[in-house]
Structure formats: C-alpha cells, structure tokens
C-alpha cells in the first residue's frame, strides 16, 4: 500500500507534472518513508526510475557544494568570507562586485542580477569575470537579497584558486570522498548514462530567456539532455561550477544531509553548522543562510511543517532538499520536471504538499 506522499506524488505524476520521481523522508539516519516511480527518461526509451536514479541537482549545487567548501575553508582559516571578492579576484578589482563580500555573494544579498546568459559572450573563466564585473548592480548590495546563480559562479571561481585544484576536484576530495559518495559526481562518465534521468530537449526555456540575443548560440540544440548539466552557463564552462552541475541520488543526498545536521562523520564542525544556520539577511525579503534559505523566509517550499529554523535548497530542474535541524528531518525530492519540455507548474506548491504528506501525522504545521 503506497504511503500518503507516494500517493500524492503519483497523483501529481498522472497529471503530468513530472514523468517520475524519487523520494526520501527521514528522520536522522532512520528512513521513514521512500519511494521511486514514473519515468527516468519518457522519451525516447521510456526508462523507469529506480532506487538508484542518479539526477541533475541543479541549484542544489549551491549549497552542497560551493557553500560547503566555503564554510570547510573558512574554519580552517584558508578563506575570509568577510572580505571583498577582489581579494581572490584582482580582475574585479575596481569593479562594484569586486567590493562586495563573500558572504554577500553566499547569501544572495551582493547587488548581483538573478542571471545572465553568460555564455554568449564568453565560454571560459576570463570571460566570465569580464562579463560579470561588466554588469551594472541590481539593487544597493545588502539592501535586499536576489537570488543569484552569478554570485556562486564567483563563489567556484574564488573556492578553485584558494583550494588550487578545480571545484570538480575539490569537492571530491573535501566532500564526496570522505563520505563515500559514488555517484555524487559533477560530469558523470558515460558508464553512469543508463542510471542518469534525462532533462530537457534543447534548453528552450533559457532559449526563451535570451530573445533575439541567443538566436545563434549553438547550446541549444543539444538534443535531449541526459548525462550533461542541464544549467547552460554551467555547461559552457565545460560542466563544472559553483551555481550548477552537480549530479547525484537521493541516498547519497541523505548521507550528505546527515552532515549538515552534525549527525554523520563529523565533517562539518560547529563553526561550518553554524554558518550554515545563521541567518544573514534578517529583516531582508528572504531569509537566507551561507547557501541555504531558511523555513523563515515568507512562500518558501518548506512550508508549515517543518521548523523555521530548517534550511533548505531547490534545484529549476525539479529537485529538493530541506533539513529540520531540531527535529532531524530530512525531506529529499528528486524528479525531471523539465524533461521533455519545460511547463511552469508551480514545483514550490508540491514541494509543500509533499513535505505535508512526509510528515503527515509526525509532525504540527507552524503557527504563522
């Protein structure tokens, strides 16, 4: 008999919302409620989701990888996130994003635009500094907070030449490696293919987003997606960045939430915790911690059922982690909501009613 969230899930899949879909609800290192079904890829093979279902994390990179190895460095002492981006980018210097701070950019408060097509002016990292530090500020930094992919696109830039290695690297070495993590991986190999859920066909939704400018820009005809970061300024910088690029399972995403909430090996140390439960940005629109945006914050997809305090993370192609740190939840949606083609259904909403459909009977909804 399906629990309350596979049956909603399902539902949610009929209506086609999503082809599939993988899930995990646990409560500490004790999974209380998983699943898997649908379609891993719809078309051309009709693949079914499976236990292992490896998928494209999108946005969850930000956290788990440019916001993890910010705070690791930080405690070790080898990073400043209180000093200004120019410090580790002297080709932002004079520039205003050159001025702001590390923790601006982690918490999405840097004046910084949402996003940018990058890649149709430049394909690697010189370019990308130019055309970032080009870019007028979008708000008086600090006043608001935008969430901004640019921002931890800097964040990778400045976490490879501190680490001195790539963040690809990097991150096996500080992160994956130390956790045992398999098939938590940016540029899966082809051996992988068959268990990886295709995205999207052609990258029409940011083809949308450019207009006319992104009419010749080969990217997006790359067929149907699969085994390839989805994100195309991730994918132009050959697959690997701070905003995008991550690929990985919902078991692993538990291990790795287990060290978030100083429940695993010890990765993590109080200070890193600390960072990655503080909220920068009080009084601000969101709010938002070193890579993680808090239950707090007024809409988010963690909805009523967890505490305020929680921190999570969404990834665009339809992907989710949320963690209650005092109460040790830890709620994991992974689908390919995009896949074969984009539809702006409103993913938050069934975030919300999953987490609702996790906890059903465990947990009360928060008094506003």
Not at 92 to 99: A, E
């Amino acid at each position: 008999m399906e629990s309350p969230a596979a049956r909603y899930l399902r539902e949610r899949m009929e209506e086609g919302i999503f082809p599939g879909a993988r899930f995990l609800a646990a409560r500490g290192a004790e999974v209380i409620d998983e699943g898997w079904m649908g379609l891993s890829v719809a078309t051309p093979s009709g693949q079914v989701v499976g236990a292992g279902t490896i998928y494209d994390l999108a946005s969850l990179t930000k956290p788990l990888v440019a916001g993890a190895l910010s705070a690791l460095l930080a405690t070790r002492g080898a990073l400043d996130l209180e000093a200004p981006a120019e410090k580790y980018l002297p080709e932002l210097s004079g520039r205003w994003v050159g001025r702001a701070s590390l923790l601006d950019l982690l918490a999405h408060r840097s004046g910084l635009p949402s996003w940018h097509p990058l890649y149709l002016r430049a394909s690697d990292r010189k370019g990308y500094l130019e055309e970032i530090g080009s870019l007028s500020a979008d708000y008086r930094p600090g006043t608001r907070v935008v969430y901004s992919c640019l921002g931890y696109i800097l964040l990778g830039f400045i976490l490879e030449r501190v680490g001195g290695a790539p963040l690809d690297a990097l991150a096996e070495a500080e992160i994956f490696s130390r956790l045992g993590l398999r098939d938590t991986l940016y540029r899966p190999p082809p051996a992988l293919r068959s268990r990886i859920a295709a995205t999207e066909e052609g990258n029409e939704r940011e083809r949308e987003m450019t207009g006319e400018a992104g009419k010749s820009f080969p990217g997006f005809d790359r067929g149907m997606i699969r085994g390839e970061c989805h994100d195309l300024n991730a994918w132009s910088l050959g697959g690997v960045s701070g905003n995008a690029g991550l690929f990985s399972t919902a078991s692993d995403l538990h291990r790795l939430a287990l060290e978030f909430l100083g429940q695993g090996i010890g990765l993590f140390d109080p200070g890193c915790r600390d960072l990655f439960r503080r909220d920068l940005t009080p009084f601000l629109n969101e709010n938002r911690s070193a890579g993680w945006q808090l239950a707090a914050t007024p809409g988010a997809s963690a909805g009523p059922f967890l505490s305020p305090a929680s921190i999570g993370h969404t990834g665009f192609t339809g992907t989710s982690l949320w963690m209650d740190q005092g109460e040790g939840w830890v709620l994991i949606l992974l689908t390919n909501r995009i896949h074969p083609k984009y539809r702006p259904d409103d993913m938050n909403a069934v975030r919300r009613e999953f987490h609702r459909h996790a906890l059903a009977g465990r947990n009360s909804p928060r008094v506003p």
